[in-house]
């Protein structure tokens, strides 16, 4: 679903393995996180993020690659800033 362009299928079926307990780790995370950020879904990327961080797994450089070039993407400085201070909090 991630890499067809499907994202909302992707995060419909991120959701439901985790009803299903389960949980996420970073992998799933990111791809889930990067499949909606391609898709222009930064609200619900940015969601996951804090989703992610919530369950204890922590974003690495590529989780956070995929969220800045998502709000590249759409042309959204707020949420740009918004992400790249969040990976310079995680970072220390």
Not at 34 to 40: C, E, F, K, Q, V
Not at 42 to 48: H, Y
Not at 60 to 71: A, M, P, R, V
Request: charge should be negative; glycine fraction near 10%; proline fraction near 2%.
């Amino acid at each position: 679903h991630a890499k067809g362009g499907r994202h909302v299928d992707a995060l419909g079926c991120f959701e439901r393995m985790r009803e299903s307990s389960i949980p996420g780790d970073r992998i799933s995370y990111t791809t889930v996180i990067s499949s909606a950020a391609r898709g222009g879904d930064l609200r619900s990327a940015l969601g996951l993020l804090q989703q992610m961080k919530e369950a204890k797994v922590k974003p690495d450089i590529i989780c956070y690659n995929s969220l800045l070039d998502g709000c590249a993407g759409q042309g959204d400085a707020r949420a740009l800033e918004e992400c790249w201070q969040m990976m310079l909090e995680d970072k220390s």
